[in-house]
């Protein structure tokens, strides 16, 4: 029978937490700037393209926020 044995270090963990949770902000970021720039591209759009897309205008938030995070 084999057995594999791993030493972590804190640190390792530490670093590693550190890592993620900067990518995460990062990700966060990026989403939130996409967000910001599909409410304004929609926005500007007239009401008339805006039912040519199936939109009413006060559901561009909503349509915004299920583009970028899914929600």
Do not use: P
């Not at 804190?10 to 989403?31: I, K, Y």
Request: include cysteine; glycine fraction near 2%; charge should be positive.
């Amino acid at each position: 029978m084999a057995s594999i044995t791993t030493n972590t270090t804190t640190r390792d963990t530490f670093f590693a937490n550190l890592r993620a949770s900067v990518a995460d902000a990062f990700r966060s970021a990026v989403q939130m700037r996409q967000y910001r720039a599909t409410v304004t591209q929609l926005s500007a759009l007239s009401t008339r393209e805006l039912d040519d897309l199936g939109i009413a205008r006060c559901e561009i938030k909503s349509v915004s926020r299920t583009a970028v995070y899914g929600i």
